[in-house]
């Protein structure tokens, strides 16, 4: 049975593309869990609506996240950690920390998993973490840890 995808899915496609499997396959799981259409002459041509409706709502979110990141341009996170003398942190910053201090200091609204850390930190200082809003949109933060 021919279907069209409409998501990615590991083994079987790509979303939209339009793909050959087992009838049980299609009938039982994908469409009915909406992974899937049957790739007939008149889902066919939604294909090209429905690839045109998600190009316009991905451009628009790269333009927002575009916004965000002209937004953290030369912004500095300050983090109270708590130390030792010689300027070790007890314990370390996580991408958790940097995400919740962005929400609160900048409200900015960033998932973790957005959050890519340079290195383990475990001195206080000035660093600069990655922030993966999009495939085509990165930006950078730089956060300072303060002694509380």
Same mark, same amino acid.
């Given at each position: 049975m021919d279907l069209i995808l409409l998501k990615n899915l590991d083994r079987v496609g790509d979303k *939209? /593309? #339009? #793909?050959? #499997? $087992?009838? =049980?396959?299609a009938r039982n799981f994908l469409i @009915? $869990? =909406? +992974?899937g259409l049957i790739a007939n002459d008149t889902n066919l041509k939604r294909l090209e609506e429905l690839k045109?409706? /998600?190009q316009a709502e991905e451009d628009k979110s790269i333009a927002e996240y575009e916004e965000i990141v002209t937004k953290l341009e030369d912004q500095t996170l300050k983090i109270g950690v708590k130390s030792g003398t010689s300027g070790k942190i007890f314990g370390s910053i996580t991408n958790v920390q940097i995400a919740s201090q962005l929400k609160e200091q +900048? /409200? &900015?609204d960033v998932e973790r998993r957005q959050v890519v850390m340079p290195e383990e930190i475990k001195e206080i200082g000035t660093y600069t973490a990655e922030i993966n %809003? *999009? @495939?085509e949109v990165q =930006? $950078? &933060?730089? %956060?300072e840890l303060v002694k509380e």
């Open positions: *939209h /593309e #339009v #793909v050959s #499997v $087992k009838n =049980g396959y @009915p $869990k =909406g +992974l045109a409706k /998600e +900048l /409200e &900015i %809003f *999009h @495939p =930006g $950078k &933060i730089d %956060f």
